[in-house]
Nanobody, 125 residues
Framework: QVQLVESGGGLVQAGGSLTLSCAAS????????MGWFRQAPGKEREFVAG????????SYTDSVKGRFTISRDNAKNTVYLQMNSLNAEDTAVYYC??????????????????WGQGTQVTVSS
């Protein structure tokens, strides 16, 4: 069973940057895709970004394209989310998730099988 622990959230002013990290335990991390999701108060959890097992393939929701970058370091069992040009609409709890396959085949939560506890990102305007 893979355990995921997010870190790096916090309070940032609009236009600022944050980098989230997600550390995974277990040997299976490097064999599966990873994803970042977020959930704002009163809203459903939504896909933000995904990355294949090798890191060669990435995908993003339209609202973060050009501002966020997902990456992974399989030697460190860690996936990252670099977030730039943050705005108030990015305020949410951010979750990392372990995919069910080597690539991201769906942006729904059903495509992911293990979740971290989440880290709060608050962007002040």
């Amino acid at each position: 069973q893979v355990q995921l622990v997010e870190s790096g959230g916090g309070l940032v002013q609009a236009g600022g940057s944050l980098t989230l990290s997600c550390a995974a335990s277990g040997r299976t991390f490097s064999s599966y895709a990873m994803g970042w999701f977020r959930q704002a108060p009163g809203k459903e959890r939504e896909f933000v970004a995904g990355i294949s097992w090798s890191g060669e393939s990435t995908s993003y929701t339209d609202s973060v394209k050009g501002r966020f970058t997902i990456s992974r370091d399989n030697a460190k069992n860690t996936v990252y989310l670099q977030m730039n040009s943050l705005n108030a609409e990015d305020t949410a709890v951010y979750y990392c998730a372990l995919g069910r396959t080597r690539v991201v085949f769906t942006t729904t939560t059903a495509g992911f099988r293990s979740w971290g506890q989440g880290t709060q990102v608050t962007v002040s305007s």
